[in-house]
């Protein structure tokens, strides 16, 4: 696809610092005129021309409840775009600090994914599937644009974390999350008709098969993340970190294997950094890494190491 694209960009942003209170506000507007022309038979456009007008605004405010101990951070994003209309998205978030050395936080928002102009306008002849014994017809899918998206995917998600310095040389980081998506993109059931191609043979059949943007898919994420970091010397930097991520999707419609959505992510993650100087001009890093498997597509567990041995020759040649 070829994309000619005109855009103009407007902002304003609006600072207040008080003793209490750090309040930021602005707005914004884009007005974004583009040309779009394809280069293959089997991609198209419902409207190859489109002025799209995406207005913005935002508030943000720190505030200090107790100095030093609790602090509050709540704010919100409004936005109006043309393909789903207004969308917000506001966030809260709570920080509180026990000890000079401890910090634990929480925070819940809710985001939006404004679409992309391909989800709503193009269409697409996607893969011929040959005669079988089942189905002696040749079967052209197609992924047909729904012309107007009535909804955008949305994602409301619920952090709760803690930090510790143990020692000077020694934190120590944990977080738990868990998110809620809905209106994620998905395909309604397809549309079977038997149509012809002219040949210097005469009319052949074949079936055609069409699948429509729909709005229905649900998925719901949990996990933790752990993460150390050590000063075993001031020349040696050590730091682990580990991840466990969870997730259940559903497709209300059943258009859709759930199964073919989930092990798209590895459940389990691991790695561990070193960061070493050697002398005033030679240092030495190692990365090791471990992802588990994923289930669909199905690809085996590994584990990589990067290692790296820098010199400064000079101070502007390493």
Do not use: C
């Not at 779009?36 to 456009?45: I, K, M, Y």
């Not at 998506?181 to 002219?198: A, I, K, N, Q």
């Amino acid at each position: 696809v070829q994309d000619k694209r005109d855009t103009a960009d407007f902002d304003l942003q609006h600072r207040i610092h008080g003793s209490a209170h750090d309040f930021i506000w602005g707005l914004g507007y884009r007005i974004s005129h583009d040309h779009l022309q394809p280069r293959t038979s089997n991609f198209s456009f419902l409207r190859e021309r489109r002025t799209l007008r995406l207005f913005s605004a935002f508030a943000h405010d720190e505030w200090t409840l107790i100095p030093d101990r609790l602090r509050l951070i709540a704010g919100s994003k409004v936005e109006h775009n043309d393909f789903t209309g207004w969308e917000w998205q506001p966030n809260v978030r709570l920080a509180w600090t026990p000890s000079d050395t401890q910090t634990i936080w929480g925070a819940l928002s809710r985001a939006v994914r404004t679409p992309a102009q391909a989800e709503e306008d193009a269409s697409l002849d996607l893969e011929v599937i040959p005669p079988s014994a089942s189905v002696p017809l040749s079967n052209l899918i197609v992924v047909r644009a729904p012309g107007k998206l009535s909804r955008a995917e949305k994602v409301t998600s619920f952090d709760l974390g803690y930090r510790q310095q143990l020692t000077s040389t020694l934190s120590f980081d944990a977080a738990a999350f868990a998110a809620r998506y809905t209106d994620l993109r998905s395909g309604e059931l397809p549309e079977v008709s038997m149509e012809f191609v002219m040949t210097p043979m005469g009319a052949i059949p074949y079936l055609r098969t069409a699948t429509e943007t729909a709005m229905e898919l649900e998925a719901r994420t949990h996990g933790a993340e752990l993460a150390v970091d050590w000063h075993p010397l001031q020349s040696w930097r050590l730091q682990a970190a580990y991840t466990y991520f969870r997730d259940r999707i559903s497709d209300p419609l059943g258009a859709m294997r759930e199964d073919g959505y989930r092990g798209k992510a590895p459940r389990h993650t691991a790695s561990l950094r070193s960061s070493y100087n050697l002398g005033r001009d030679w240092q030495l890093d190692g990365w090791l890494r471990h992802t588990d498997r994923l289930a669909e597509p199905a690809v085996p567990g590994y584990t990589e190491l990067d290692l790296r041995l820098a010199w400064r020759v000079t101070r502007d040649l390493e």
